[in-house]
């Protein structure tokens, strides 16, 4: 299995021919430093950049040019003796008018593989904000043999201080004939990067893997650099990348309606990222694990007829598997629609304020009140209105036309994890053997899109806790009468995703617990727990809920010093490996102060060692604890049972419409899927 390591962690490599790669939502320069033991570089001709790519006499070789990806050959026994370290280095490129800070682009994911494509090692790159240069891993010698190492510090002043830090007295002179080369490059060709679509949210719309957000909450992956999901309008806090309001359409022609955005970009031509306009850090984690090598160039869409677009075919975004290319392709359509409905409501504004400026100067002439020019003045403003909204809904209808004939094929082409409970993939449903790169959390639709539902897909493991809101808060919830019935809804919305995350994990690698204090989910929970695919029956009481917290913090701590003390491998035999969720009913009832605190702990600390929170609750209940649990809400993706339009993405901020993917009526699948869950578990523990 694949080694995903933490800023800090060391894995051991199985041979000396490898190669590196690296995926980032924008083009970023690779280079490579040669240093000695003590980590210090000794000369100009010892690091590999697009000035001087290829090293004399050293199977070392980076690209001669800023891209999205990259792919560096190592041969660890062609290198001196004297050369101890290798440490691989990415910098954005200055003066190409992109991105100055890895705060603003999508973490950059950097993978060792064996000759095979066999993925050894990897890392993602989170936590960056003002940097623009950092190391993101090195492999090194220990004690005869070769070992990688995930770095991830970065440098605000750059490639500069980056190159200063690591001894070259030459480090500033170098570092400007690395730019210069790479801005040599950027006028070249550039192979054609993957595609990173994600989606982000508002609130508060969801971010794959955010932050904090501003006055919405949540954030969602976007097509241009993978967010990790919308983020929800209602939160009060500041995720790493959704702007605070959208930014207004204001064309510069006072005749014609605001351009379309440009097109999806297919595989032959590099993906921009539209970075959020905040100054908040952004912690997207990016979609660009690879785990196999490169399959073939999917098969080109089919054309239409004449003068038709061509028929759309599911997969055929970049990517290094099916799974990957279908990821890609559900986070470009999600931008599309962002970006296609932009443009439409830009144009409509436009007509609108074109109008009433018409308007007032009609009034303000009263020579034409007494001629009857007005009449006829009023009547022209508003023909020229009418047009121009309806050429603004004639392109909105053509790119909705085309973006639902791809969500007709797209989606009966969904693996489990990807697709809705109504998909008959589930019903030939088999246990995983491997980890899922993403998972489903429910459909996102806009006011415009007349039925078009985008899946809302997040990456994993998570890093961010889910909410599962019970109360009637939102707009959505505040229509709802029956609040008994919301809370149900509630916990059945919360149950489908703990079926679907152990159903999309192999047997052993995703393990549920659930505290439920007065027992008033034992209804709801009953699928989990009559097929025993929960690690004990639900917790309830304060005895029962002190247990369980405190052993998954126990756990949490034991984790925290093995990465830190950089031996992730020798645990004890007593906590569970796997990855853990938590499921919360009716908090804060049952919650002590001490408890609370747990709570809190495992929520800002339990993603990053496999401890994820899943908290179903009415925020109203907790407000008796003021402001100190704040903090809490504000670190999870609120999801809601009911449609609500509480998530914005990234690139508009548009009021997205979040629906849960909930179990059909009736219907007995989960059921299905459970029992083939427990039945792995069993098999793998005789």
Do not use: C, K
């Amino acid at each position: 299995m694949t080694a995903e390591l933490v800023r800090g962690q060391n894995h051991p490599l199985p041979g000396a021919r490898l190669e590196i790669r690296v995926s980032a939502g924008e083009p970023v320069v690779v280079g490579a430093t040669l240093a000695d033991e003590h980590g210090t570089v000794h000369g100009v001709e010892r690091v590999a950049h697009p000035g001087a790519p290829a090293l004399p006499g050293i199977e070392i070789e980076v690209s001669r040019q800023a891209a999205a990806d990259h792919r560096l050959a190592v041969d660890l026994d062609a290198l001196p003796r004297s050369v101890h370290r290798v440490s691989v280095l990415l910098a954005l490129p200055s003066g190409a008018g992109g991105p100055v800070r890895f705060g603003a682009v999508a973490a950059p994911y950097v993978a060792v593989t064996g000759p095979d494509g066999h993925e050894v090692a990897s890392h993602t790159l989170t936590g960056l904000d003002s940097e623009s240069a950092v190391v993101a891993l090195e492999l090194y010698r220990r004690q005869g043999a070769w070992r990688v190492r995930a770095v991830g510090q970065g440098y605000a002043g750059g490639l500069a201080e980056l190159l200063a830090d690591q001894g070259l007295p030459e480090a500033r002179q170098l570092a400007g004939a690395i730019d210069e080369a790479a801005a040599r490059g950027l006028t070249r060709p550039v192979a054609a990067p993957s595609q990173h679509r994600d989606a982000a949210g508002a609130q508060d719309v969801p971010s794959p893997r955010d932050g904090t957000s501003g006055p919405h909450d949540d954030t969602l992956p976007g097509r241009t650099a993978p967010p990790a999901g919308p983020v929800p309008a209602d939160l009060p806090a500041a995720p790493p990348s959704l702007p605070t309001d959208p930014p207004a359409a204001a064309p510069s022609p006072p005749t014609d309606p605001p351009a379309a955005p440009p097109a999806r970009p297919t595989d032959s031509s590099p993906v921009a990222p539209a970075p959020p306009a905040t100054d908040g850090p952004i912690d997207y984690t990016h979609p660009g694990r690879r785990t196999t090598a490169p399959p073939a160039p999917p098969q080109a869409a089919l054309p239409g007829g004449p003068g038709e677009p061509a028929r759309p075919v599911a997969g055929d975004a970049a990517g290094w598997s099916l799974d990957e290319r279908l990821y890609h392709q559900v986070w470009g359509m999600f931008e599309d629609l962002a970006r296609t409905t932009a443009a439409y409501r830009g144009a409509v504004d436009f007509a609108d304020s074109r109008r009433e400026q018409e308007l007032d100067r009609i009034l303000a002439d009263p020579g034409s009140r007494v001629d009857g020019r007005a009449d006829a003045a009023r009547d022209a403003a508003r023909d020229r209105h009418s047009r121009l909204v309806d050429r603004a809904r004639e392109a909105l209808d053509r790119d909705l036309a085309q973006l639902r004939a791809e969500a007709e094929v797209v989606e009966p082409a969904l693996p489990p994890a990807y697709a809705r409970w109504d998909n008959p993939v589930w019903h030939g449903y088999r246990v995983p053997v491997e980890n899922p790169m993403a998972l489903r959390l429910g459909d996102l639709r806009l006011p415009e899109s007349a039925g078009l539902r985008i899946p809302m897909l997040v990456r994993l493991p998570l890093e961010r806790g889910l909410w599962v809101d019970s109360g009637r808060s939102g707009a959505a919830g505040a229509s709802f009468a029956d609040a008994d019935g919301l809370r149900r809804l509630a916990l059945d919305t919360a149950t489908a995703l703990a079926a679907r995350l152990l159903a999309v994990h192999p047997p052993g690698e995703f393990t549920v617990h659930v505290v439920d204090p007065a027992g008033t989910g034992t209804s709801a929970f009953a699928p989990l727990s009559d097929s025993g695919v929960l690690a004990a029956p639900p917790a309830a009481g304060a005895a029962g809920v002190t247990d369980v917290l405190g052993r998954l913090a126990q756990r949490v701590d034991l984790v925290q010093m093995a990465v830190r003390g950089g031996a992730p491998d020798a645990l004890p035999a007593g906590p569970d490996t796997a990855e853990q969720l938590l499921i919360v009913n009716d908090f804060p009832h049952g919650f002590d102060d001490r408890a609370v605190t747990r709570l809190r702990y495992l929520a800002d600390e339990g993603p990053a060692v496999g401890v994820h929170l899943m908290m179903v609750a009415d925020r109203q209940d907790a407000a008796g604890y003021g402001p100190l649990l704040d903090p809490l809400w504000r670190g999870l993706l609120r999801l809601t049972p009911v449609p609500d339009d509480h998530l914005a993405d990234p690139w508009v901020g548009h009021a997205w419409t979040y629906e849960p993917v909930l179990v059909p009526a009736g219907s007995r699948v989960l059921q299905h899927v459970l029992g083939r869950v427990a039945e792995a578990r069993r098999s793998r523990n005789r």
